[in-house]
């Protein structure tokens, strides 16, 4: 009984190029894989790989210390404000800010710091995506909010004898959960535009974290339509939102102006300036981020207005809004207060 040729061949074929084959039909399964975007496993943040041990040890001790701080100053507005009865409803806006930029700054500087002082800066493609999910979730919900707390100072400037009745308890946690419920939705929408296309291409991504723009060009696919929703969507994100905030605060000037005592002019501008300032700082790096063209993108243009708004801004936020206020500085003085009392009885 005679063989075939491919019988042949697989009697005489040594084990050593068994091997080869096999090697090379799972390299050739690998690269179909790739192709059809759906064996994407990992990517690779290089951040600040480039820099010196040195600039990276000095890098980690900043960050770390600016987390701290964040986190610590956020986290006793979050406690003051839903622990204090006697804070009004700019107060429980306040404490959800401080909420999101506690959400804001876990969800990218822990990673970084990690990736600072280790050599493995590699992230799973489901880490990237919760991430960026994350990201966009809760930065939306952010912009909604602070449009939000500029109505809820147009109220308290120009309807002073309304306000309790406008704003009520009620109508707050409406407002809050709105913010919240259009963060989440176009969180959904914004991380399935970034990663619907096939990634064929390097997965090296030129940040501390999983941005946008820079994941949506490593795919293989064509990258425009993807740009141009999210550049539509930052649209309406963004200056929806804006749009509140400058007829507020353009009522807010008219009423004023139209004040005859100087002091009570000085102290309601000096009350807007710190939400102003809040808005500012949050909404010109999230602009530059993802309403610029995408040929102005670059690494050394991106990191420092994602580090603006991933760390500076929520650090600042507590700041230069709660600290001024004088409402907040009194019942940080009570919870101090409460809290040497009980260490007192203790003792």
Known sequence: MEMSEEEADEVTQSPIDAVKQE??????????????????????????????????ALLFALFLALYSFAMAMNGLIIFITWTDPRL???????????????????????????HLVAKNHIVSFASCLTQMYLVFGVGVAECIL???????????????????????????????????FFGLINGILLDYMTFRGPFCRHNHIE??????????????????????????????????????????????????????????????????????????????SAIFSYMNPHSTHGPEKDKPFSLLYTIITPMCNPIIYSFRNKEMKGAMVRALGRTSLAQSESV
Not at 158 to 178: F, N, W
């Open 207 to 284: 940040n501390f974290f999983c941005e946008a723009p820079i994941v949506i060009a490593l795919s293989c696919g064509d990258p425009q339509f993807s740009l141009r929703v999210i550049f539509a969507d930052a649209i309406v994100v963004l200056l929806s939102p804006m749009v509140l905030i400058v007829i507020s605060y353009a009522r807010i000037l008219a009423s004023i102006l139209g004040r005859a005592s100087s002091s009570g002019r000085g102290k309601t501008f000096s009350t807007c300036a710190s939400h102003l300032t809040v808005v500012i700082f949050l909404y010109t």
């Open 23 to 56: 090697s090379k039909q799972k390299d050739m399964l690998q690269m179909v894989d790739l192709r059809n975007g759906s064996r994407v496993a990992e990517f690779i943040l290089v951040g600040f790989e480039q820099s010196s041990s040195f600039t990276r």
């Open 88 to 114: 009004n409803s700019p107060m429980y806006f306040l404490g959800h800010l401080s909420f999101l930029d506690v959400c804001f700054i876990t969800t990218t500087i822990p990673q970084m710091l990690i």
């Open 146 to 180: 602070l449009a939000f707390m500029a109505y809820d100072r147009y109220v308290a400037i120009c309807h002073p004898l309304s306000y309790a009745q406008i704003m009520s308890r009620q109508v707050c946690v409406k407002l809050v959960s709105t913010a919240w």
